[in-house]
């Protein structure tokens, strides 16, 4: 019996000791395990890491090298770069011969693409011309540095910068004067404070949906203007930069502004490359962010020099300022605009095309084109008539 108790102890004691060695065992083993598996989560991030990197360096950098051999082959056929001074160089298109000459000045952001079926049309008539602003479309923004003298009173990117500038391209280009200035938006604005100030160069001013000054003492405008607006275009340039833009035009997400079955494809490359650089995009924001400023450059200058008596004024409006906006900011550009006609230019010609919006000279081209035509033939010589 005794004997029987010792062999079974030794049996426990036997079992004991294979235990232990088993976890004795199993510990490195278990050990082992967790270095390997950080190494592979390691790993794994890494290379996460990695792809996230291309993804954020390359479309950028690809994006910069497309624009930079975009920006020689794209630029608008007979049109040149003139050196206005200060560093800047102003892209100017123009087509057709004669006179009267006529000069357009493209919506807030935009470049002169937008004027190419009114252009086109009025060419058979006379000489017309369209420009880019200093930093939109092909024309090269000043360096800050080389900025000097009288240009330091106007900020850059708003109407008084602006029509400096335009001042100097028509100077530089030897246009004939006086001829007809037509704007359109911030264009306008522009148009009102070159015909206040170089009153004798402009014999006709031709206003396509103006933006009335006070539309910005309206908080619901401001409102839209500084928190809806500009914000999306904010988020344009960005895409711009990221090369995000280049990406979704080739996917087929994002389209330009100007589309239909007469666009040249010259035309739809040059809206896709200005979509996708970030410098045009930089100066549409500040376009935009600076209107305030501009609005409140020309009632000064409307105030202290008004228009005079030569120069005739016509106004071009549609049913509303753009049909994607809610009725009431619409209704109120129209209240404000017709305070701005009846206060500053009671004799202007009145026109109103059916149907159209701040996008007319673009989406119904034919309209605008049919009364400027009428205005050229107006003023056209009667040599040149004959």
């Known amino acids: ?12 004691d036997s079992d004991q000791n294979n235990s232990s060695k088993t976890n004795s065992s199993d510990k490195p083993s278990g050990q082992n395990a967790n270095p390997v598996s950080q190494e592979g989560l390691c790993s794994r991030v890494l290379s996460v890491g990695k792809y996230l990197l291309l993804c954020i360096i390359i479309p950028p950098f690809l994006n910069y090298a497309s624009l930079q051999r975009e920006g020689l082959l794209l630029q608008p056929e007979g049109g040149q770069l003139i050196d206005v001074g200060l560093g800047q160089k102003m892209y100017l298109t123009c087509k057709g011969t004669g006179q009267p000459l006529v000069v357009l000045d493209a919506p807030t952001g935009m470049s002169s693409d937008v004027w190419f079926q009114i252009q086109d049309d009025l060419s058979q008539l006379t000489k017309v011309c369209t420009y880019d602003r200093v930093g939109l479309g092909f024309s090269k923004r000043t360096l800050q540095n080389e900025t000097t003298g009288v240009e330091r009173v106007w900020r850059e990117s708003t109407t008084g910068r602006m029509v400096d500038d335009l001042h100097r391209l028509i100077k530089e280009a030897k246009l004939p004067k006086p001829f007809i200035l037509v704007g359109s938006e911030l264009g306008a604005l522009n148009g009102r404070f070159y015909s206040h100030i170089h009153d004798w ?14 539309i910005f003492l309206e908080d619901v405008w401001q ?26 035009l080739i996917a087929g997400w994002m389209q330009p502004p100007i589309t239909g079955e007469n666009i040249s494809e010259d035309l739809i490359r040059r809206q896709k490359y200005l979509l996708s650089n970030p410098a045009h995009q930089s100066s549409s924001v500040d376009e935009h962010f600076f209107l305030n400023e501009s609005v409140s450059q020309v009632r000064e200058i409307a105030t202290y020099k008004p228009l005079s008596s030569r120069t005739s004024v016509s106004v071009i409006t549609g049913d509303y300022y753009d049909a994607l906006l809610p009725a009431h900011l619409n209704l109120a550009v129209e209240k404000f605009q017709e305070q701005l006609l009846a206060q500053t230019y009671p004799s202007a010609k009145q026109i109103k095309i059916p149907g159209a919006d701040r996008k007319m000279i673009y989406k119904k ?13 107006q003023k056209k010589p009667k040599q040149e008539s004959q």
């Not at 019996?1 to 049996?11: G, H, L």
């Not at 081209?365 to 033939?377: A, D, G, I, R």
């Open 365 to 377: 081209p034919y309209e605008v084109s049919k009364h400027l035509m009428k205005l050229v033939k």
């Open 223 to 248: 409102q839209y203007w500084y928190k809806e607006l500009v914000p999306y275009l904010q988020t344009l340039q960005f895409s711009a930069a990221s090369g995000l833009s280049r990406l979704l």
């Open 201 to 214: 160069e402009v014999s006709d001013l031709v206003l396509i949906d103006p933006i009335p000054e006070d």
């Open 1 to 12: 019996m005794q004997r029987k108790r010792t062999i079974e102890k030794k049996q426990t």
